[in-house]
C-alpha cells in the first residue's frame, strides 16, 4: 500500500546520509546554536534542503513537517504527512561520535505508516511499512523477547545519563548504555539489538514518529509512561511524557518502575 513511499524514503535516507558524511569527514562543520545547548549545523540544513525537494516532488500531496524546516499550518489539513529529522543526533555528529542518523516517517492520520532511519557512519538501515515488519539491511527484525528487566540493556540519551538521572536505576537493569540519536536508539531496540529504550526528557514528533513505525512493526510496544500512543501532526509538536519502547512484558516493568 506505501511500498512507493517507502523506497523513496529509503532513497532519500541514503542521498541525505552521503550529504552527512561529507560534512562528518569534514574539519569544517559550520555549527551555530539555535538556542541553549542545541546546535544545528550546515550539514543538517543541506540534507534537509535536499529531502524536501526530493520527497514533496515525489508526492507533492503530502504535507512536510521537519525540524530545520519553517513550520507551517498547511500540514494540519493534509491526511498524509512527511516528518523528519534531517540528522537526529547533531552533537554527537559534532563530536565524531558515529551515533546520528536520518530518520523519516510518513503519517497518516495521525498514525505512522511508514519508519526509515539510516545511520550513515555505519551504513546500518532500518526500515519498514505498516503491516509488513522491519528490515535492516534487508534482513527482517524483531524486538527482543526477553521477560526480565535484569537480563535487559535499557539505551538512553547520553545527556540524561550524565546528569545522573538514570543513577537510581542502575541496579535495576544488565546495563544502562547511553548512545546519541533518539532514532538511532529507537531503530537499535526495533532490531533486538537492545531490549529497552527510554527517555525522560521532552521530544518532538520528528525525533520519535519514524522509531515509533519500526518499534510498533518489529512486534514491539511504543507509548508513553501513561499508556498512550502518540497521535502525530499536532499543532504542538512536542511531547512532554516519559516514552518507553520494548517488548510488551518490558514495558509493564519499565512503566512501573520510573512512574
Request: aromatic content about 10%; glycine content about 6%.
Amino acid at each position: 500500500m506505501f511500498n512507493e513511499e517507502l523506497i523513496s524514503a529509503k532513497v532519500a535516507a541514503r542521498n541525505a546520509g552521503k550529504i552527512l558524511m561529507k560534512y562528518y569527514e569534514s574539519s569544517d562543520k559550520e555549527i551555530k546554536m539555535k538556542g541553549a545547548n542545541n546546535p544545528v549545523t550546515i550539514a543538517d540544513q543541506e540534507a534537509d534542503k535536499y529531502l524536501f525537494n526530493f520527497l514533496t516532488n515525489e508526492f507533492p500531496e503530502y504535507g512536510w513537517l521537519s525540524e530545520e524546516t519553517l513550520d507551517t499550518q498547511e500540514r494540519l489539513e493534509k491526511n498524509r504527512v512527511w516528518v523528519v529529522d534531517p540528522l537526529d543526533g547533531t552533537k554527537e555528529f559534532i563530536e565524531g561520535v558515529p551515533h546520528f542518523s536520518v530518520s523519516i516517517g510518513l503519517v497518516e492520520n495521525g498514525e505512522p505508516v511508514i519508519g526509515v532511519i539510516y545511520n550513515p557512519a555505519t551504513e546500518e538501515m532500518f526500515s519498514c511499512e505498516k503491516g509488513k515488519g522491519v528490515y535492516m539491511n534487508g534482513e527482517k527484525v524483531s524486538v527482543s523477547n526477553k521477560k526480565n528487566l535484569i537480563n535487559s540493556t535499557i539505551v538512553v540519551s547520553r545527556s540524561e545519563l550524565k546528569r545522573g538521572e538514570w543513577e537510581p536505576f542502575k541496579k535495576q537493569f544488565k546495563s544502562i548504555k547511553p548512545i546519541g540519536s533518539v532514532a538511532y536508539k529507537l531503530a537499535l531496540v526495533s532490531a533486538g539489538r537492545y531490549e529497552i529504550f527510554a527517555t525522560i526528557a521532552p521530544k518532538n514528533e520528528w525525533d520519535v514518529c519514524a522509531g515509533d513505525c519500526l518499534i510498533s512493526e518489529s512486534n514491539g510496544t511504543f507509548k508513553t509512561i501513561n499508556d498512550k500512543k502518540i497521535i502525530y501532526n499536532q499543532k504542538k509538536t512536542l511531547v512532554t511524557d516519559t516514552i518507553i519502547a520494548t517488548n510488551s512484558i518490558l514495558f509493564e516493568g519499565v512503566s512501573d518502575l520510573l512512574f
